[in-house]
């Protein structure tokens, strides 16, 4: 992992940004693009990439198909098929072993695993090729009649692994019609230092104490696992907001504006507004896709509570096949809906709605506890451990473990930084000094963030990343 992002920021990104600029014309230059992608897909996944390719043809045959049949019957049967095949390699690869697995204990059967890997970022770019057919057929974009810009748009690098999820009507004029500027250059290298830090410098060191206490919780006090838990959490957030900012920055370097994908959510007020910020771009897919085809809220309560519950299985179970990946979306479904029909006039009151802060922050937590404990009997010790408020030898366990506890150390830093307190700072600072001073005081900090990222990097070896699985 070390070496392959080393080669990524030294070897890889570098050249494809020197043959971008060096090609004189928009369709070289997306070519470029397209082909450098699928590389950057190959290199990990050499086999997968067929998987892709057959995305690829797939989505560029149905919107060609849809254009010519739309308004007709046939359209909808277009429309249909091509969803379904869509999610074919999706459910093949990522929910056949977990179908098996529970058709065997319902029925006592001993049906043979399929036991293949999960293709990498298969989750993102199968979303992003199904709002780009989705649209054609609403007739919200024309088809894209360049298959080379219609795989660049599926296999772009920067956001191929882990989002945000680029709806096709967010670049469709970016495609041809982008245009590529010093500032943009500048601001989006910016973006993509800041984003590596949070991945490299939080993300990585807060895991190691979380994964150290979830990986073996047995003598771990009810204190500690509350520690790990608080760790995960921010170790999440650093690790997808950082993912998703050096993605933005990168499309940004080649002229593309992507969708934000986070807006301090732990700053959240209720869980309604966690999930306005949370991980933006799926949050928006299930509503656009899922939620407001079935009915929305504008329905009978009934129907809404159904329509809630439903769009909230379906995200639950797009973050994994197990059991508690779909337990964590129903977590979810059931606080929206408390909050819809119990809290309302609760939340109205300034005094309720300031203590709901916290209590929506201790909601997130557990909710977090859920998504990362995938055995449930597991999770069952651990929320019952934790609970528990049992008092354990905290000092022992120190001792112990004085390396992995040693990263409890970015705890404080990761609250502060995952708050609003850098912005603030960052709007303050910019109106009391000159543009020119703001931009050498961010860059200056982007440099310094990006150094110490790469001495990071070579000195650890430990550098997980939460999503590369979804």
């Avoid at 819809?340 to 609760?346: M, N």
Wanted: charged share 10%; glycine share 6%.
């Amino acid at each position: 992992m070390v070496f392959s992002s080393m080669v990524f920021i030294f070897v890889f990104l570098p050249a494809v940004i020197l043959l971008y600029y060096v090609f004189p014309w928009r369709t070289w230059r997306n070519t470029l693009l397209c082909v450098s992608s699928l590389f950057f897909y190959a290199w990990g996944e050499p086999i997968y990439v067929l998987i892709m390719l057959f995305s690829v043809i797939l989505n560029y045959c149905a919107g060609l198909l849809l254009q010519k049949t739309a308004g007709q019957k046939r359209g909808k049967l277009v429309l249909v098929v091509s969803i379904l095949l869509n999610l074919a390699a999706l459910v093949f690869f990522k929910y056949a072993d977990f179908f098996i697995i529970n058709i065997n204990k319902l029925f006592s059967l001993d049906i043979g695993l399929v036991g293949l890997p999960l293709p990498i970022g298969i989750s993102f770019y199968t979303f992003q090729a199904l709002s780009y057919i989705i649209d054609v057929y609403r007739q919200k974009v024309t088809p894209q009649k360049n298959p080379v810009y219609l795989a660049m748009y599926i296999a772009f690098f920067p956001q191929l692994i882990a989002g945000p999820i680029v709806r096709y009507t967010d670049i469709a004029t970016d495609i041809k019609g982008r245009k590529e500027t010093l500032e943009g250059f500048t601001s989006g290298l910016m973006q993509f230092f800041f984003g590596l830090a949070m991945k490299v410098i939080m993300a990585n060191n807060l895991a190691v104490f979380a994964d150290s206490v979830f990986g073996d919780y047995a003598d771990a006090s009810s204190l500690i696992l509350w520690l790990a838990s608080v760790s995960y959490m921010l170790q999440i957030f650093f690790d997808f907001a950082g993912y998703s900012l050096m993605a933005i920055g990168l499309g940004r370097m080649f002229g593309f504006t992507f969708p934000n994908n986070f807006n301090k959510p732990y700053a959240a007020s209720s869980v309604t507004d966690f999930w306005r910020r949370w991980h933006i771009t799926l949050s928006s897919w299930f509503r656009d896709y899922v939620y407001i085809p079935l009915g929305g809220n504008r329905c009978r309560p009934a129907r809404h509570v159904f329509n809630i519950l439903v769009t909230w299985l379906l995200t639950g179970f797009w973050h994994g096949a197990e059991w508690n990946f779909i337990l964590w979306g129903l977590y979810y479904a059931l606080f929206l809906l408390l909050e819809k029909y119990v809290f309302p006039g609760f939340l109205k009151n300034k005094v309720a709605a300031v203590f709901y802060r916290f209590v929506t922050l201790f909601i997130v937590l557990i909710g977090w506890v859920l998504f990362r404990v995938e055995n449930l009997n597991d999770l069952a010790s651990v929320l019952g451990s934790m609970f528990s408020f049992s008092g354990g030898d905290f000092a022992l366990y120190v001792t112990e473990h004085a390396a992995t506890c040693s990263k409890l150390f970015y705890v404080i830093p990761g609250i502060i930084i995952a708050g609003r307190l850098p912005s603030a700072i960052a709007a303050k600072t910019k109106k009391a000094v000159p543009e020119s001073v703001y931009f050498a005081l961010k860059a200056i900090i982007a440099l310094a963030l990006f150094a110490v990222s790469v001495l990071f990097l070579i000195a650890s070896s430990y550098n997980p990343f939460i999503y590369f699985r979804f």
